[in-house]
């Protein structure tokens, strides 16, 4: 059964539609998505939604999202936590304890595809915006809710990701072996629930176009770090075994690793014998990889105190960079320890064009490249990450000025 309203952007007047900067390229141009989640793991699904042709409308409350206020660093007086996560948005505010605000963000829900939030369990209930009020009024709609640790027994839980880092044990097995747990760099769990909850939402819109029913995906942060473990967290689950910090080292794999050379370290990986070998040749040491301790994986797991000083007393004859130069022409795996700078910078020497600018003139704002590329239907990069409340009027003026039946046609502002 296809959805009553597939017209609704086709028939949305042109005029609209360049003034909201909406491409025909993009694979889910003609999509609506109510934005109604703040920080990080929603933001960040909506944005990658956004990059790819959805309309979405981010949806703040009067004091606006709390990254606006996650500085330093900044561009000019703008967080770049906030403009890291927002482009391809629009931004109007609601404030949802007042009727007139709630019945246009009522409005909105009714007209979207998509509608993500990430408050507590059960936190938009009593302003009638929870799935269950959203389906009544939009029977087709895809309704997202990301949490800390779902809607059951962890609720109540405050989902914040270092929490989750902690009470995951991803922390356990980040750090030294003889020094404290440490958390990751990057809010990982956060990244990596947006990017479930948009597999998610893609999934659903599937189900939907052939069966036009709509439905509630929930992602959660301790879900998706369990998920995201792989390895450590199968190595309790399958095997009984409890994962330790192990410094940069790996569990299972030998050298996988940041090793010496005569003047910093360089990361050297061998994922299996051949490589082991070609590392071996390379390094002028080929007796090495005859071994018989070292000779497999398992081996060179068992024998990595043994190994490590022969690898260590090859490579102190040269830079990291000429290793790196010579070990890449030899076909083994490795890379120096950059900065985020020199990562950036490595990214645009080898063509990947890492960064784009959304936006013109004053208003232009370096961002991150959407890290998906398409052959036919490219990522769009049209709107900067909006100021608070940018779109009020325009927003407000479409959502007053259009009819709220659920066979309406439903064009972005």
Partial sequence: MADP???????APAADRARAGVGSSGPLTGLLVADFSRIL??????????????????????GGDDTRTWLPPTRGDVATYYLAINRNKRSVTLDFADPEDRALAHELAARADVVIENFRPGGLRKFGLDYASVAERNPSV?????????????????????????????????????GPPYRAGISVFDVMSGMQATIGILAALQHRARSGEGQQVEVNLLSTALSGMVNQSSAWVAGGDVPNRM??????????????????????????????RRLCDALGIPDVADDPRFEHNQDRNTHREALRPLLVAALARRTR?????ALTDAGVACGPINTVEEGVRFATEIGLDPVVTVGEGDQAVPTVRNP??????????????????????????WLTGQPTTATATRGAP
């Fill in 142 to 178: 895809v309704y997202a809710s990301i949490s800390g640790f779902g809607s059951g027994g962890g609720a109540s839980l405050p989902g914040y990701d270092l929490i989750v880092q902690a009470m995951s044990g991803l922390m356990s097995l980040t750090g030294d072996p003889d």
């Fill in 5 to 11: 309203r597939d017209s609704r952007t086709s028939n």
């Fill in 372 to 397: 998906i590329t398409f052959s036919a239907t490219p990522a769009r990069y049209v709107l900067p990450p909006p100021g608070l409340a940018e779109h009020d009027a325009e927003i407000r003026a």
């Fill in 321 to 325: 960079a000429e290793w790196f130069r």
């Fill in 247 to 276: 410094g940069n080292a790996h569990p299972s794999l030998f050298p996988y690793e940041p090793l010496p050379t005569s003047d910093g370290d360089l990361i050297i990986t061998a994922g299996n014998d051949g490589q082991f």
């Fill in 41 to 62: 793991a929603g933001p960040y699904a909506t944005m990658l939604l956004g990059d790819l042709g959805a309309d979405v409308v981010k949806v703040e409350s009067p």
